[in-house]
Structure formats: structure tokens, C-alpha cells
């Protein structure tokens, strides 16, 4: 009796459509993957670097269906999302790297010794306490300085946030929001004060990232607020469109005087 090959217990597995436990879901999932690396020739071709931009891809698709609540939308991006983790592994694997077990045990003893106030004696009564040990915790692991883990890939505002939010762990931050504020109008009167190309954008930097600092005592991630802002200018442009496109003229007929009052009447709605 001929040998079946993995792709024709793929597709036999699939015709039969019964109902799997979680092991078995995830083993047929990477099986799937194992076979299109394979058979597919896009996917043969690939490289942990030519997939790491649709890694952020598929991030993004996340963040927006978690923004949407749309539960359909969310099942699917985490799935691709996974898809991508287990590409990756997969890779790591014919390099003779790590596997998934190797993965799962890194992930679990980080787990358990980040939180000593759980599974040890440690004392963290607040969320600030906790942040303090876990940053104390990744120096004892070996890294030269608490900034040594962010990424240099991260887009820059969630990167200031991240160095912030360490450097403020080990207690080196602002006592309260007034000191922010005070730095806001400071940096302002910089900006304001500047006159060549590279004062202003330096200026204007300083300014971004003492906006950023202040986020933080608002309680609010950065990330997430420029792009609920975001979010609702589009929602009201969309609107003035909608007035422009069935006036039956063009853009350029229109005064600022007029835009603007069709971007008061989009607020209005």
C-alpha cells in the first residue's frame, strides 16, 4: 500500500470535519504551515526578515478589529497573526534553533520568575510595585541598562512612551503632572523662540516628547489617543466630503471660511 503523503492526510483530515481538541487544532494548524512551506512556492521563498513587515501588518489588522469590536474580524486577524508566530518557528526549526516547546518553556519561566508576588514571597501591593520589581528583575537577568529592551522598530511615539515608562519604574520621573505642564509651556517658548530649520525641528521634538510624558500621568497610551484622534478626524472629513461631493463643486471652489463651516457642522453631527 502506497505511503500518503502529509498533504493528502491534510486534505483527508479537512474532508472530514470533525470536531478536534485544542492540541489537535493547533498540530493541524502547524502541519498546515509545514506543507505550504513545501508546496508553496511564495512560501518557500520566505526569510524571518522578508515576513517581518507583514508581522506588523497583521498587528495593525489586529489593533483595528480590537478598535471596531468587530468579533468576526477579531478572530480572523488573530489567526493570522498566529499564522505568522508559527512561520517563524517553523523557521527557527530548519535553522536547528528553538521549536514551539522551546518557546512555551522560555515564555513559562519568564512568566513565573517576573512575578515573584505571585509564585514567591515578594511583595508588590500596587501596580507601581510590580513595575518597579519587573524592571529591577530584567537587570539581574544581565541586560547593561533598563533601556536595553525597546525596540529601535517601534514607531517613535510608542517608543518614547516605553523609555519613559522605564526610567519612570526606577523612580526617575516627574513627582506630578504640574512639572509636565510647566515643561509643555517651556517647550513651546523654545519652538516659538526658534529660527533655523534644525532648532525648530529639534525644538518641536522636545515638544512631542514631553507630550508624550504627560500621556502618562493621563493614564492614556500615546499610541492609542493619536489614533482615536485620528480616527474621529476621519470620521469628520468623511462627512464634509459627503457635503462637497453633492454641491456639485469642486474643492477649489470652496472658501477656507466655507470648509471651515462645513467642519463645524461635521462636529455637529
Same mark, same amino acid.
Given at each position: 500500500m502506497p505511503e500518503i503523503t502529509a498533504?493528502?492526510? *491534510?486534505? &483527508? $483530515?479537512?474532508?472530514?470535519?470533525?470536531?478536534r481538541t485544542l492540541q489537535e487544532q493547533f498540530e493541524r494548524v502547524l502541519n498546515l504551515v509545514k506543507v505550504l512551506r513545501q508546496q508553496c512556492p511564495w512560501d518557500r521563498k520566505q526569510t524571518p526578515q522578508s515576513l517581518a513587515h507583514l508581522l506588523l501588518e497583521e498587528s495593525y489588522e489586529l489593533v483595528h478589529a480590537i478598535d471596531q469590536m468587530d468579533e468576526t474580524e477579531l478572530k480572523k486577524e488573530i489567526g493570522d497573526l498566529f499564522l505568522h508566530l508559527c512561520f517563524q518557528v517553523l523557521l527557527s526549526e530548519e535553522r536547528g534553533s528553538f521549536s514551539f516547546a522551546d518557546v512555551f518553556e522560555a515564555l513559562s519561566h519568564k512568566l513565573i520568575s517576573r512575578h515573584p508576588h505571585v509564585f514567591?514571597?515578594?511583595? &508588590? /501591593?500596587?501596580?507601581?510595585?510590580? *513595575?518597579?520589581?519587573w524592571e529591577t528583575l530584567k537587570l539581574k /537577568?544581565?541586560?547593561?541598562?533598563? *533601556? $536595553?529592551? +525597546?525596540?529601535?522598530?517601534?514607531?517613535?511615539?510608542?517608543? &518614547?512612551? =516605553?523609555?519613559?515608562?522605564?526610567? &519612570? #519604574?526606577?523612580?526617575?520621573? !516627574?513627582?506630578?503632572? /504640574? #512639572?509636565v505642564l510647566d515643561k509643555l509651556a517651556e517647550e513651546i517658548g523654545e519652538l516659538k523662540s526658534a529660527t533655523s530649520k534644525e532648532e525648530k525641528e529639534e525644538e518641536f521634538g522636545d515638544l512631542l516628547f514631553t507630550i508624550v510624558n504627560y500621556s502618562r500621568f493621563l493614564g492614556a497610551n500615546p499610541e492609542d489617543s493619536l489614533r482615536k484622534a485620528t480616527n474621529k478626524f476621519i470620521e469628520r472629513f468623511k462627512k464634509i466630503e459627503v457635503? +462637497?461631493? #453633492?454641491?456639485? =463643486?469642486? !474643492?477649489? $471652489?470652496?472658501t477656507a471660511q466655507e470648509l $471651515?463651516?462645513?467642519w463645524k457642522l461635521a462636529k455637529q453631527r
Open positions: 498533504i493528502e492526510q *491534510l486534505k &483527508a $483530515d479537512i474532508a472530514a470535519n470533525k470536531e514567591s514571597d515578594t511583595i &508588590a /501591593e500596587t501596580e507601581q510595585d510590580v *513595575l518597579n520589581n /537577568e544581565g541586560r547593561q541598562s533598563i *533601556l $536595553d529592551g +525597546v525596540p529601535n522598530s517601534m514607531s517613535e511615539l510608542l517608543r &518614547a512612551y =516605553r523609555v519613559q515608562k522605564k526610567v &519612570a #519604574g526606577v523612580g526617575f520621573d !516627574w513627582p506630578s503632572d /504640574e #512639572g457635503n +462637497v461631493q #453633492g454641491s456639485g =463643486r469642486n !474643492w477649489q $471652489d470652496y $471651515d463651516g462645513l
